[in-house]
Every structure is written in C-alpha cells, then in structure tokens.
C-alpha cells in the first residue's frame, strides 16, 4: 500500500521500507489477522448463496446423487472415522489390520501420531530431568 492510494483521513500510515524495499521493523505490511478486500468480498458471496446451495443439495438428494452428500458431509465431518481400541500395542494394531477393523492407511496415521506422542513425552521426561539436574548443581555450588 503506498501513500498514494491511501483514503484520505483513514489515519492510516504507509508502511515505511528501506531503500531495498524491505520492510522496516516495527512496520510489517498489513496488521495481523486483517483480511483482504478480495477474501471479505468471496466470504460474503458465499454466504449469500447458502439458501441457494442447500435448496440445489436437497434437489440432488432427491434424485438420488450421493455424491452430493458425501461430498458436503465429507467437509463438515471429515473423511476419517472413529475407532475403537482396547489398547494401542502393535499387536493389538496388527490383530485389527487382520481382522480389517482398520484399514493400513488408518494405522499408519495412528502410528505416526503414537510415535509424535512418545517423542512429547520423552522431551517433557527429559526437560524435567534437566531441570533436577540443574537444581542439584545449583546446590552443589552453594
């Protein structure tokens, strides 16, 4: 934004940039969380056309097009599903994969988030670790 498209009387400033055309600290652009004129503008027509949309969902349905459905119920709800498990052990993974209780890719996902957990715990593990082992030494020196 340069000074010279700025509303009059806006109060606001235009951003002050270095002679490479970098920002300037303290003067990053646009504030945080503020949208532009272009996103404002495509939210509001989409909500416009909420009536629209759903009269043309409950059309499609009647006529039996399930694909609309899945396709609304795929972005309200998600594509994932909820599973129930007595424990999260390999074998008890490996026992549903067989059993077809959950499919490999369902696993996969929840051994990467197992994994990322465990890796949570140990650093909390070892940060507390640290931190006695800190105090000993703070201790130690007194």
């Known amino acids: 934004m340069t000074a010279d ?14 002679a490479n ?7 990053g652009g ?5 949208k532009n ?4 503008e495509a939210i509001a027509a989409i909500k416009d056309m909420k009536d629209e949309a759903i009269e043309q969902l409950r059309t499609k349905l009647q006529r039996g097009d399930w694909d609309a459905l899945s396709f609304v119920l795929e ?7 909820v599973v129930e498990m007595d424990s999260t052990s390999p074998d008890e993974i490996a026992g549903m994969i067989a059993s077809g209780s959950l499919t490999t890719t369902e696993a996969k996902d929840l051994t990467a988030a197992l994994a990322k957990l465990a ?20 201790e130690r020196s007194r």
Request: no cysteine; glycine share 10%.
């Open 5 to 18: 498209i700025l509303p009059i009387n806006s109060g606001l400033q235009p951003p002050q940039r270095d």
């Open 21 to 27: 055309g970098q920002f300037m600290p303290g003067s």
């Open 119 to 138: 890796e949570i715990t140990e650093l909390a593990t070892i940060k507390d670790r640290l931190a006695e082992l800190e105090q000993a030494l703070a």
């Open 37 to 40: 004129r272009i996103s404002t």
């Open 75 to 81: 972005r309200i709800v998600g594509k994932g599903r």
């Open 30 to 34: 646009r504030p945080r969380g503020a």
